[in-house]
C-alpha cells in the first residue's frame, strides 16, 4: 500500500524567510503533483514532476523529485503572506489514481 | 474561476433523502473523478471514469452512486447517508487517465448530513 508523508505538516514563518517542505513517499512511481488550497477553496495545480532529478520552479516556489529516495521537496524562497495556504504533494499509484500527503498548512506572517 | 463546475456549493440534507451531486467540464478531458474530502484532512479518491466508463472504485459504499452521461457531466447519487458522510466534495478531470497531466479541480460540494 502506497503512503505518503509530508513533513512539517503545520509551518509558520516570517516573510522573508526560505523554508522547505518534505514528501516522502513508500512505493515506486514515477508521477509526483503539487498542489495548493486555501481555506475553503478547491485545490490548484503548482507542478508535475514526472522523472527522477526534474526540477520545475515558478516565482518563489521550487519543486523537485527524487524517485530512488522517493523523496520530494517544495521549498520557498523569501516568502510572501499570499503564499499562506495548505499544501500537498500527491503521488501517482498508476492511471491517475492519486494518494495524496497530510498536507502542510504553511503561515506567513508579515 | 476554475474550469470544472461543480453543483450545489453546500447541501444539507436528511439520512433518509436522495440528491445528487452533479460536477460538469469543458476542457474536453477523457477522465473524471470523485474525491472525499473530510476537514483538514487530505483528499480521499472515491470513483475514476474513463471515456465514461467506471474504471475505479476504491470499495466505496454503496449509498454513493456515480453516473456518467457523457463526457462532460458527472453525477454523484446518494442516498441513505450517514452522518460521517459530511464532508466536501470534489469533482475533478484529466485529459486521460494515463497522460502525465494533472488534474484539474472543481470548487467541490460541502455536504452536511443531519
Known amino acids: 500500500e502506497l503512503k505518503v508523508e509530508q513533513n512539517p505538516l503545520f509551518l509558520s514563518m516570517q516573510e522573508g524567510k526560505n523554508y522547505t517542505i518534505y514528501c516522502n513517499y513508500s512505493t515506486t512511481s514515477d508521477r509526483l503533483y503539487w498542489y495548493r488550497q486555501d481555506p475553503g477553496k478547491s485545490l490548484e495545480s503548482l507542478f508535475v514532476?514526472?522523472?527522477?532529478?526534474a526540477v520545475k520552479q515558478e516565482g518563489r516556489l521550487m519543486a523537485s523529485l527524487d524517485t530512488k529516495a522517493r523523496l520530494s521537496t517544495l521549498h520557498i524562497t523569501a516568502a510572501v503572506h499570499d503564499l499562506s495556504a495548505t499544501y500537498f504533494c500527491?503521488?501517482?499509484?498508476?492511471?491517475?489514481?492519486?494518494?495524496f500527503g497530510q498536507g502542510t498548512r504553511l503561515t506567513i506572517n508579515p | 474561476d476554475t474550469e470544472v463546475t461543480q453543483t450545489p456549493k453546500h447541501l444539507v440534507m436528511g439520512m433518509t433523502n436522495k440528491k445528487s451531486l452533479k460536477c460538469e467540464q469543458h476542457?474536453?478531458?477523457?477522465?473524471m473523478y470523485w474525491y472525499k474530502q473530510k476537514a483538514k484532512k487530505p483528499p480521499e479518491l472515491m470513483f475514476v471514469y474513463s471515456y465514461e466508463k467506471l474504471s475505479i472504485n476504491e470499495s466505496v459504499p454503496s449509498r454513493f452512486s456515480p453516473e456518467c452521461p457523457n463526457s462532460s457531466l458527472l453525477n454523484l447519487h446518494l442516498h441513505a447517508l450517514q452522518p460521517e458522510d459530511s464532508a466536501l466534495y470534489l469533482c475533478a478531470s484529466s485529459q486521460d487517465s494515463g497522460e502525465n497531466q494533472p488534474q484539474h479541480f472543481g470548487d467541490g460540494t460541502r455536504l452536511s448530513i443531519l
Open positions: 476542457m474536453g478531458h477523457r477522465a
Open positions: 500527491a503521488v501517482d499509484r498508476g492511471a491517475q489514481k492519486l494518494v
Open positions: 514532476l514526472l522523472s527522477n532529478g
